[in-house]
């Protein structure tokens, strides 16, 4: 079992800054994957980023060099740090983690940019 807590998200201006966290319950080098994922009004959800427990980071297009997935091992959490953000991320952001064959999400955060 994983659990995930997720917090930081906000109203933020466009071209601004947000950092959402992520707490897991275990030591994050026994998850195979973890990720942020988003789902804006009356879309699908879509991965944001991923990052396995080697380190290995990947990022959806939209996002790339606005975006940082990072991680602290120490306190079992991983963060996404959000810079210049615009309207179209506007979005519930979940967290996720993958053990073994199951995966694991947790309860969303929402994140505005409007002016």
């Known amino acids: 079992q994983v659990q995930l807590v997720e917090s930081g998200g906000g109203l933020v201006q466009p071209g601004g800054s947000l950092r959402l966290s992520c707490a897991a319950s275990?030591?994050?080098?026994?998850?195979?994957?973890m990720g942020w994922y988003r789902q804006a009004p009356g879309k699908e959800r879509e991965l944001v980023a991923t990052?396995?427990?080697?380190?290995?980071?990947n990022y959806a297009d939209s996002v790339k060099g606005r975006f940082t997935f990072s991680r602290d091992n120490a306190k079992n959490t991983v963060y996404l740090q959000m810079n210049s953000l615009k309207p179209e991320d506007t979005a519930i952001y979940y967290c996720y983690a993958r053990r073994f064959t199951t995966n694991y999400w947790g309860q969303g955060t929402q994140v505005t940019v409007s002016s």
């Open positions: 990052i396995t427990s080697g380190g290995f980071t």
């Open positions: 275990r030591s994050i080098f026994t998850i195979d994957t």
